[in-house]
């Protein structure tokens, strides 16, 4: 119940946020020119790769080990 909860207001979130951004784009009575839609759709598109980039990295990074702490021993501590 908690799950479906919870998915039922991300989705509840993500129409009203949608609906709020036209809206507030579509009163703004501006025209973007070609150039300005091209350095958007890149810029969305760049920081969508960065961002799953960086995840994959650290997915990958964490499942090989890398991010476990090391415990090192001193050469001298084992002669008794």
Do not use: C
């Amino acid at each position: 119940m908690g799950k479906f909860l919870l998915l039922a207001f991300m989705g509840v979130f993500l129409v009203v946020s949608v609906w709020w951004a036209t809206w507030v784009w579509g009163s703004m009575n501006a025209e973007l020119s070609t150039d300005g839609n091209i350095a958007l759709t890149l810029g969305i598109v760049v920081s969508l790769v960065v961002g799953v980039g960086l995840m994959v990295l650290l997915f990958q990074s964490d499942r090989r080990g890398y991010d476990a702490t090391v415990e090192f021993e001193h050469p001298d501590s084992t002669k008794s």
